[in-house]
């Protein structure tokens, strides 16, 4: 495997991958622990290597909260399980719901800190956008959470269970695969899942494992602002979709809309996504374009598009901007949305206009913030402020 030490942001926050062990701040806490980590576990406490995969089942399978109803391992075990590890999900500091079904969950974990997790129900299926920061360190001028400076990195567990909090919410578990209305997962939450890689990496592989949490890496789809030297990374060991937050035609634009740009220029995006490992035009790049407001709007932006995607198995997907306080920005008209998407589905590319959902409780596309702020000193060496994506 790759060094995975980075120089990013990413390396300003964020606890390691070792496997939880119990200390006097707490047990041991199963929910973020993958397969390796159960076989520790097991070894740790001399118990047969096979008692991982039951533990695994009743954990990451039937979701249970409790060790008392884990009927296949022995009541000793259970006890000494309850006395030194535990099952706590995410507390929903919030659960609201939107006219339009949209549901938003405030998540608050063990240390107090807070991120959002959204429920978006249609016919079709059910995506669940799932948070991989407390906060963000892109400060992308159109989006509410690029308000709110980096907290940290959330764990696999804390990644993890954001899944299972919901699913516990909505009352799915021992549900076949089918009949589920969390169907999809996209990680699409607060921060930049490529700047907490290893994090995020962890918690998806959980989450893909076919005799656990089961969602396939088809179903699975990981948003970037454009993270290049990542980007490879992810579809090699991960395999999961891609989205790329775009949003502009030329540098200029984008410099100012995604700073992350300033780094990472169009072109270079671009390349990678040509090279993103599987793309094919059975299982295309969502590129993620706002609609501001004689910004990037104009039926020249829209040819533009055209002409920078072209070659690269893609879909467009036109996200009328979702206003929030003190918001720079005006959503485009419906006219020049209609005629946008016209140009760039006439030149070859598909270009749905995504329908806006979870406006009314601040859970669209781009409104997600929380009250979490920076408290932890910087470690020594780092900045005080761990974004800056200029040269």
């Known amino acids: 495997m790759a060094d995975t030490k980075m120089t990013e942001p990413d390396a300003a926050a964020g606890p390691g991958l070792a496997a939880p062990v119990a200390t006097a701040e707490g047990p041991i806490r199963l929910i973020g622990m993958d397969r390796g980590d159960f076989g520790r576990l097991m070894e740790r406490l001399g118990e047969k290597p ?9 954990v990451y399978g039937r979701g249970l909260a409790d060790f008392d109803g884990m009927t296949t391992l022995a009541k000793s075990f259970r006890a000494r399980l309850a006395e030194i590890c535990t099952l706590a999900r995410p507390q929903a500091a919030e659960d609201i719901l939107s006219a339009d079904t949209t549901r938003k969950w405030l998540f608050r974990f063990a240390d107090g800190e807070l991120a959002e997790t959204v429920f978006i129900p249609n016919a079709e299926r059910g995506s669940l956008c799932v948070s991989s920061q407390v906060g963000c360190t892109l400060n992308c001028r159109f989006c509410h959470t690029g308000t709110q400076r980096l907290v940290r990195n959330l764990d696999p567990g804390e990644i993890v269970g954001q899944l299972m909090a919901a699913r516990d919410a909505i009352g799915e578990w021992g549900l076949r695969s089918q009949d589920r209305m969390i169907t999809n997962i996209v990680m699409m939450g607060m921060g930049e899942p490529l700047y907490n890689f290893d994090n995020v990496a962890k918690a998806l592989r959980i989450v893909m494992d076919p005799e656990g949490l089961s969602v396939s890496k088809r179903r699975i789809t990981l948003s970037t602002a454009g993270v290049v030297p990542m980007m490879a990374r992810c579809g090699e060991e991960l395999g999961v979709n891609l989205a790329v937050s775009l949003h502009a035609v030329t540098d200029e ?3 100012v809309l995604v700073p992350l740009n300033r780094k990472y220029p169009i072109k270079e995006l671009l390349d990678a996504c040509r090279a993103y490992p599987g793309v094919h035009n059975a299982r295309r790049i969502t590129f993620e374009y706002v609609m501001l407001k004689g ?14 995607l072209k070659g690269i198995p893609a879909k467009t997907n036109l996200i009328p901007f979702n206003p929030w306080p003190g918001a720079p920005y005006e959503c485009s008209t419906d006219a020049a949305i209609r005629e946008f998407a016209r140009i ?3 030149g070859g590319l598909s270009a749905p206009i995504r329908t806006p959902r979870g406006r009314d409780i601040l859970a669209a596309c781009g409104q997600l913030k929380t009250a979490s702020v920076k408290a932890r000193a910087p ?3 780092a900045p005080a402020d761990p974004v800056d994506a200029s040269r």
């Open 50 to 58: 096979f008692r991982a995969n039951q533990l695994w089942a009743w």
């Open 253 to 255: 634009v984008r410099d």
């Open 295 to 308: 910004v990037n709007d104009s039926p020249a932006d829209a040819r533009a598009l055209v002409r920078l």
């Open 344 to 346: 760039v589905n006439d």
């Open 379 to 381: 470690r020594p060496g």
